[in-house]
């Protein structure tokens, strides 16, 4: 007699945090999904209706668009504000590993120096150090912006260079250890390399937080992005409106935004995977010299 089997229906696995849907919850998920999604998008057609309802898509708000120092004034504003991001970004991360490095080190004092220089800047806000530097150090606009962004950043990259370097595995410090390698080594060649893995996905997205302060740079007059919008919309000789002004600059400020984003994402999926081992080739078995005792 022969027994048919039937394939049970795999089931997810129960994590430790919550038990597996049923029938029921998995309903009531869905009917909250698709009440979410219906109130976003009765929002978004109201946004719509009252844009078209203000008359902010007819021809004569956009047609200075096409004026070439409107566009010159955008191309400009948006180099100023890459110019600063690159910036900002090289000296926080030189920033940031100084900092670690001071906050890792043996030194007491120089670890109490460190600490206090990390704790204290990152809980200062970004546009009061850049309100000090230009108004009180009398610091010309692209130097104050570059100073306070990176004084922030560079605090906040400090903790996160130092914890993925704690979160190497200990063994791999002392295994260092003993083969008589000395805490630069260690840290340079071995925990580094390492602690790189689970600090990329992290500092590239704190690289966005970079990226969207220095918009903060139109209050002290530096001419980024916003301000070279702002500069559109005040001036009478355009007679064109903030609405359509903001709906030109917000998508490309989102939309650099989101490819740093995607970029992190995307290292992080590649962190994830195992790495691959490349083959190696192997010569033919050839007939030699029989070990001693052998037939």
């Known amino acids: 007699m022969t027994k048919t089997l039937t394939r049970r229906p795999k089931l997810p696995a129960a994590t430790a945090l919550y038990d597996i849907p049923g029938p029921v919850t998995r309903k009531r ?10 109130l976003i998008l009765a929002l978004f057609g109201w946004i719509v209706y009252l844009l078209f309802d203000t008359d902010q898509f007819t021809a004569e708000k956009w047609t200075p668009f096409e004026y070439k120092g409107i566009q010159e004034l955008l191309l400009r504003g948006l180099g100023n504000t890459l110019k600063a991001f690159a910036y900002a970004a090289v000296l926080s991360l030189v920033l940031g590993a100084v ?3 001071g906050r890792l080190s043996e030194h007491r004092v120089l670890r109490w120096i460190s600490t206090l220089l990390v ?31 990176t004084l922030y950043n560079g605090s906040v990259l400090a903790e996160v260079f130092r914890t993925g370097i704690n979160s190497v595995d200990r063994g791999q410090r002392e295994a260092a250890y003993a083969l008589g390698m000395r805490k630069t080594q260690v840290t340079t060649f071995v925990l580094a390399p390492q602690a790189v893995r689970a600090m990329l996905p992290t500092i590239i997205s704190q690289l966005v937080v970079a990226l969207k302060d220095t918009s903060l740079g139109y209050l002290i007059t530096y001419e980024e992005f916003l301000h070279a919008g702002k500069l559109i919309a005040s001036n009478l000789d355009y007679d064109l409106p903030f609405i359509p002004v903001v709906m030109v600059i917000s998508p490309i400020y989102i939309g650099m935004c989101m490819l740093l984003s995607w970029f992190a994402t995307w290292v992080a999926r590649r962190q994830r995977r195992s790495p691959k081992t490349r083959a190696v080739g192997v010569a033919p078995a050839e007939p030699g010299t029989l070990l001693p005792g052998g037939q």
């Open 119 to 149: 704790e204290f800047f990152r809980a200062m806000p970004v546009l009061v150090m850049i309100f000090f530097i230009f108004v009180a150090l009398k610091v010309q606009p692209l130097p104050a912006l570059v100073a306070g962004l």
């Open 29 to 38: 998920h869905l009917m909250y999904g698709i009440a979410s999604t219906v």
């Open 99 to 101: 900092l670690a490095v």
